[in-house]
Protein backbone atom coordinates (compact mmCIF):
# COMPACT_ATOMS: atom_id res chain seq x y z
CA UNK A 1 0.00 0.00 0.00
CA UNK A 2 1.27 3.18 -0.94
CA UNK A 3 1.48 5.61 2.22
CA UNK A 4 -0.60 9.05 2.60
CA UNK A 5 -1.57 11.69 4.26
CA UNK A 6 -4.90 13.66 4.16
CA UNK A 7 -4.53 17.12 6.16
CA UNK A 8 -8.01 18.91 6.83
CA UNK A 9 -10.90 17.07 7.58
CA UNK A 10 -14.32 19.34 6.93
CA UNK A 11 -17.36 17.91 5.54
CA UNK A 12 -15.08 18.09 2.30
CA UNK A 13 -11.85 16.46 3.77
CA UNK A 14 -13.23 13.31 5.76
CA UNK A 15 -14.96 11.43 3.27
CA UNK A 16 -12.56 12.46 0.68
CA UNK A 17 -10.00 10.71 3.29
CA UNK A 18 -11.95 7.89 3.50
CA UNK A 19 -12.20 6.67 -0.14
CA UNK A 20 -8.46 7.25 -0.44
CA UNK A 21 -8.26 4.65 2.41
CA UNK A 22 -11.18 2.38 1.44
CA UNK A 23 -11.17 2.35 -2.57
CA UNK A 24 -7.47 3.06 -3.04
CA UNK A 25 -6.53 0.92 0.17
CA UNK A 26 -3.51 3.21 0.63
CA UNK A 27 -1.92 3.79 4.16
CA UNK A 28 -3.62 6.85 5.25
CA UNK A 29 -2.71 9.08 7.72
CA UNK A 30 -4.74 11.93 9.00
CA UNK A 31 -4.12 15.73 10.66
CA UNK A 32 -6.97 17.76 11.42
CA UNK A 33 -6.93 20.92 13.71
CA UNK A 34 -9.78 19.28 16.05
CA UNK A 35 -7.70 15.85 16.88
CA UNK A 36 -10.96 14.17 18.63
CA UNK A 37 -12.10 14.57 14.67
CA UNK A 38 -9.14 13.12 13.53
CA UNK A 39 -9.23 10.03 15.90
CA UNK A 40 -12.79 9.25 14.51
CA UNK A 41 -11.41 9.17 11.43
CA UNK A 42 -9.25 6.36 12.15
CA UNK A 43 -11.55 4.12 13.71
CA UNK A 44 -13.94 4.27 11.06
CA UNK A 45 -11.35 4.00 8.19
CA UNK A 46 -8.35 2.07 9.93
CA UNK A 47 -6.01 4.45 9.22
CA UNK A 48 -3.97 6.58 11.50
CA UNK A 49 -4.42 10.15 13.29
CA UNK A 50 -1.30 12.65 13.76
CA UNK A 51 -0.76 14.97 16.12
CA UNK A 52 0.92 17.86 13.41
CA UNK A 53 0.60 17.91 9.43
CA UNK A 54 4.64 17.19 9.42
CA UNK A 55 3.46 13.99 11.31
CA UNK A 56 1.25 12.85 9.52
CA UNK A 57 3.32 13.54 5.94
CA UNK A 58 6.51 11.86 6.79
CA UNK A 59 7.22 9.25 4.80
CA UNK A 60 4.34 9.69 2.45
CA UNK A 61 4.50 9.69 -1.09
CA UNK A 62 1.68 11.67 -1.42
CA UNK A 63 0.07 14.31 0.86
CA UNK A 64 -3.38 15.68 0.51
CA UNK A 65 -5.07 18.94 2.05
CA UNK A 66 -8.12 20.41 1.66
CA UNK A 67 -8.47 23.20 4.27
CA UNK A 68 -10.40 26.53 4.74
CA UNK A 69 -8.41 29.62 3.03
CA UNK A 70 -4.99 30.52 1.84
CA UNK A 71 -3.82 31.42 5.24
CA UNK A 72 -5.27 28.02 6.42
CA UNK A 73 -3.20 26.37 3.97
CA UNK A 74 -0.05 28.05 5.10
CA UNK A 75 -0.15 27.00 8.39
CA UNK A 76 -0.21 23.35 7.74
CA UNK A 77 1.57 23.20 4.94
CA UNK A 78 4.55 25.80 5.79
CA UNK A 79 7.05 25.64 9.16
CA UNK A 80 8.62 23.58 11.14
CA UNK A 81 5.18 21.83 11.83
CA UNK A 82 3.91 22.01 8.71
CA UNK A 83 3.43 19.41 5.91
CA UNK A 84 6.33 20.14 3.61
CA UNK A 85 9.10 19.56 6.47
CA UNK A 86 7.91 15.82 6.76
CA UNK A 87 8.17 14.98 3.06
CA UNK A 88 11.09 13.63 1.39
CA UNK A 89 11.85 14.64 -1.84
CA UNK A 90 10.35 12.79 -5.01
CA UNK A 91 6.91 13.24 -3.38
CA UNK A 92 4.14 15.13 -4.30
CA UNK A 93 1.86 17.80 -2.00
CA UNK A 94 -2.13 17.72 -3.75
CA UNK A 95 -3.84 20.73 -2.58
CA UNK A 96 -7.49 20.31 -2.71
CA UNK A 97 -8.20 23.65 -1.18
CA UNK A 98 -10.14 26.15 -2.89
CA UNK A 99 -7.81 29.26 -2.88
CA UNK A 100 -5.76 31.58 -4.58
CA UNK A 101 -3.70 31.09 -7.31
CA UNK A 102 -1.39 33.20 -6.38
CA UNK A 103 -0.58 30.73 -3.08
CA UNK A 104 -0.44 27.62 -5.19
CA UNK A 105 2.27 29.02 -6.99
CA UNK A 106 3.73 30.37 -3.18
CA UNK A 107 3.60 26.89 -1.97
CA UNK A 108 4.86 25.16 -5.04
CA UNK A 109 8.24 27.03 -4.83
CA UNK A 110 8.33 26.21 -1.07
CA UNK A 111 7.71 22.33 -2.37
CA UNK A 112 10.38 22.45 -5.04
CA UNK A 113 12.84 23.62 -2.81
CA UNK A 114 12.64 20.10 -0.93
CA UNK A 115 12.29 17.93 -3.94
CA UNK A 116 8.50 17.65 -3.81
CA UNK A 117 5.99 17.86 -6.83
CA UNK A 118 2.97 20.22 -5.96
CA UNK A 119 -0.29 19.63 -7.75
CA UNK A 120 -3.37 22.89 -6.84
CA UNK A 121 -6.23 20.38 -7.88
CA UNK A 122 -9.63 22.39 -6.39
CA UNK A 123 -12.47 20.69 -6.71
CA UNK A 124 -16.34 21.07 -7.93
CA UNK A 125 -19.28 19.06 -6.40
CA UNK A 126 -20.27 20.13 -3.03
CA UNK A 127 -20.88 18.03 0.08
CA UNK A 128 -22.03 15.28 -1.79
CA UNK A 129 -20.01 15.17 -4.41
CA UNK A 130 -17.51 14.28 -1.40
CA UNK A 131 -19.14 11.76 -0.02
CA UNK A 132 -20.22 10.07 -3.04
CA UNK A 133 -16.49 9.83 -4.23
CA UNK A 134 -18.01 11.78 -7.19
CA UNK A 135 -15.92 15.15 -7.66
CA UNK A 136 -14.78 16.84 -10.44
CA UNK A 137 -10.96 17.95 -9.98
CA UNK A 138 -9.18 20.63 -11.59
CA UNK A 139 -5.40 20.31 -11.60
CA UNK A 140 -2.35 22.61 -12.04
CA UNK A 141 1.04 21.76 -12.20
CA UNK A 142 3.88 19.39 -13.68
CA UNK A 143 2.73 16.57 -15.62
CA UNK A 144 4.71 13.92 -14.06
CA UNK A 145 3.25 15.25 -10.30
CA UNK A 146 -0.11 14.91 -11.65
CA UNK A 147 0.44 11.65 -13.07
CA UNK A 148 2.15 10.56 -9.18
CA UNK A 149 -1.31 11.86 -7.74
CA UNK A 150 -4.03 11.20 -10.44
CA UNK A 151 -5.02 7.48 -9.80
CA UNK A 152 -5.57 8.24 -6.03
CA UNK A 153 -7.28 11.58 -6.83
CA UNK A 154 -9.42 9.24 -8.77
CA UNK A 155 -10.93 7.36 -5.70
CA UNK A 156 -12.67 10.24 -4.98
CA UNK A 157 -13.63 11.77 -8.41
CA UNK A 158 -15.61 10.84 -11.20
CA UNK A 159 -13.40 13.65 -13.51
CA UNK A 160 -9.96 14.70 -13.21
CA UNK A 161 -7.94 17.14 -15.70
CA UNK A 162 -4.70 18.43 -15.67
CA UNK A 163 -5.24 22.21 -16.71
CA UNK A 164 -2.25 23.81 -16.99
CA UNK A 165 0.83 24.62 -14.62
CA UNK A 166 0.49 25.27 -11.17
CA UNK A 167 -2.23 28.20 -10.58
CA UNK A 168 -4.48 26.87 -13.15
CA UNK A 169 -6.87 24.40 -11.27
CA UNK A 170 -7.61 27.55 -8.92
CA UNK A 171 -7.88 29.40 -12.18
CA UNK A 172 -10.10 26.77 -13.34
CA UNK A 173 -12.16 26.70 -10.52
CA UNK A 174 -12.68 30.33 -10.36
CA UNK A 175 -14.65 30.16 -13.85
CA UNK A 176 -16.81 27.57 -11.87
CA UNK A 177 -17.50 29.72 -9.39
CA UNK A 178 -18.38 32.78 -11.59
CA UNK A 179 -20.93 30.53 -13.55
CA UNK A 180 -22.58 28.84 -10.80
CA UNK A 181 -22.87 32.71 -9.24
CA UNK A 182 -23.91 34.84 -12.60
CA UNK A 183 -26.67 31.48 -12.94
CA UNK A 184 -28.01 31.10 -9.83
CA UNK A 185 -28.76 34.80 -9.77
CA UNK A 186 -31.17 34.31 -13.33
CA UNK A 187 -32.57 31.43 -11.93
CA UNK A 188 -33.67 33.02 -8.76
CA UNK A 189 -35.16 35.80 -10.60
CA UNK A 190 -36.88 33.71 -13.28
CA UNK A 191 -38.58 31.32 -10.76
CA UNK A 192 -39.91 34.14 -8.41
CA UNK A 193 -41.31 35.84 -11.57
CA UNK A 194 -42.72 32.86 -12.22
CA UNK A 195 -43.84 32.43 -8.64
CA UNK A 196 -45.67 36.25 -8.77
CA UNK A 197 -47.18 35.52 -11.95
CA UNK A 198 -49.26 32.62 -10.34
CA UNK A 199 -47.74 29.68 -12.28
CA UNK A 200 -47.58 26.42 -11.36
CA UNK A 201 -43.46 25.93 -10.65
CA UNK A 202 -43.25 22.32 -10.63
CA UNK A 203 -44.85 22.08 -13.99
CA UNK A 204 -43.09 25.08 -15.39
CA UNK A 205 -39.65 23.47 -14.25
CA UNK A 206 -40.35 20.13 -15.69
CA UNK A 207 -41.22 21.78 -19.05
CA UNK A 208 -38.24 24.04 -18.96
CA UNK A 209 -35.71 21.81 -17.42
CA UNK A 210 -36.25 20.18 -20.84
CA UNK A 211 -35.09 22.70 -23.16
CA UNK A 212 -32.20 25.62 -23.24
CA UNK A 213 -32.58 26.57 -19.67
CA UNK A 214 -31.65 23.71 -18.06
CA UNK A 215 -28.65 23.59 -15.64
CA UNK A 216 -27.25 21.63 -12.64
CA UNK A 217 -28.68 24.59 -10.51
CA UNK A 218 -32.50 23.87 -12.12
CA UNK A 219 -32.45 20.31 -11.34
CA UNK A 220 -31.32 20.11 -8.15
CA UNK A 221 -32.35 23.50 -6.56
CA UNK A 222 -35.40 24.69 -8.17
CA UNK A 223 -37.88 22.81 -6.49
CA UNK A 224 -35.93 23.73 -3.12
CA UNK A 225 -35.81 27.49 -4.23
CA UNK A 226 -39.55 27.34 -4.71
CA UNK A 227 -40.15 25.88 -1.22
CA UNK A 228 -38.09 28.40 0.31
CA UNK A 229 -35.41 25.28 1.77
CA UNK A 230 -32.09 26.38 1.96
CA UNK A 231 -30.55 24.58 4.79
CA UNK A 232 -28.42 21.90 2.78
CA UNK A 233 -25.45 22.48 0.01
CA UNK A 234 -22.92 24.70 -0.67
CA UNK A 235 -23.12 27.81 2.22
CA UNK A 236 -22.91 30.89 1.06
CA UNK A 237 -19.98 32.53 3.43
CA UNK A 238 -18.29 29.61 1.11
CA UNK A 239 -19.49 31.16 -2.10
CA UNK A 240 -18.50 34.66 -0.59
CA UNK A 241 -14.98 33.67 0.02
CA UNK A 242 -14.71 32.12 -3.36
CA UNK A 243 -16.02 35.11 -5.20
CA UNK A 244 -13.99 37.20 -3.18
CA UNK A 245 -11.00 35.36 -4.68
CA UNK A 246 -11.95 35.74 -8.12
CA UNK A 247 -12.87 39.35 -7.74
CA UNK A 248 -9.21 40.06 -6.58
CA UNK A 249 -7.74 37.66 -9.03
CA UNK A 250 -9.10 39.74 -11.84
CA UNK A 251 -7.90 42.64 -10.75
CA UNK A 252 -4.70 41.59 -12.00
CA UNK A 253 -5.84 39.76 -15.59
CA UNK A 254 -7.67 42.43 -16.26
CA UNK A 255 -11.43 40.50 -16.53
CA UNK A 256 -14.11 42.88 -15.90
CA UNK A 257 -16.76 41.28 -13.55
CA UNK A 258 -19.80 43.25 -12.81
CA UNK A 259 -22.22 40.79 -12.31
CA UNK A 260 -20.03 38.77 -9.77
CA UNK A 261 -19.81 41.84 -7.87
CA UNK A 262 -23.08 42.84 -7.75
CA UNK A 263 -24.36 38.96 -6.76
CA UNK A 264 -21.19 38.99 -4.21
CA UNK A 265 -23.15 41.68 -2.90
CA UNK A 266 -26.62 40.09 -2.80
CA UNK A 267 -25.00 36.99 -0.90
CA UNK A 268 -23.78 39.84 1.67
CA UNK A 269 -27.42 40.53 2.19
CA UNK A 270 -27.74 37.25 2.62
CA UNK A 271 -25.72 36.94 5.43
CA UNK A 272 -27.41 40.27 6.91
CA UNK A 273 -30.39 38.11 7.14
CA UNK A 274 -28.95 34.91 9.15
CA UNK A 275 -28.31 33.03 6.16
CA UNK A 276 -24.07 32.43 6.44
CA UNK A 277 -25.08 28.70 5.87
CA UNK A 278 -27.38 28.71 3.74
CA UNK A 279 -27.14 26.89 0.18
CA UNK A 280 -26.32 29.59 -2.34
CA UNK A 281 -29.66 29.24 -4.15
CA UNK A 282 -31.05 31.47 -0.75
CA UNK A 283 -30.90 34.25 -3.49
CA UNK A 284 -34.38 33.96 -3.80
CA UNK A 285 -35.00 34.87 -0.82
CA UNK A 286 -33.95 38.56 -1.15
CA UNK A 287 -36.75 38.51 -3.94
CA UNK A 288 -39.66 36.93 -2.34
CA UNK A 289 -39.05 38.43 0.86
CA UNK A 290 -38.04 41.99 -0.09
Known amino acids: MAKAAFIGLGV ?18 V ?15 GGSAAATPREAAEGADLAFSCVGNDDDLRSVILGDTGALAGMASGAVLVDHTTASAHVARELAAAAGQRGVGFVDAPVSGGQAGAENGVLTVMCGGEQAHYDAAAPAIDCFARACQLMG ?6 LT ?43 W ?11 GEFEFGFAVDWMRKDLGICLEEAKFNGARLPVAALVDQFYAQVQERGGNRWDTSSLIHLLANP
Open 31 to 45: YNRTAAKAEKWAQEY
Open 173 to 215: KMVNQLCIAGLVQGLAEALNFGMKAGLDMEKVIGVISKGAAQS
Open 165 to 170: PVGAGQ
Open 12 to 29: MGYPMAGFLRTKGDHNVT
Open 217 to 227: QMDNRGETMCR
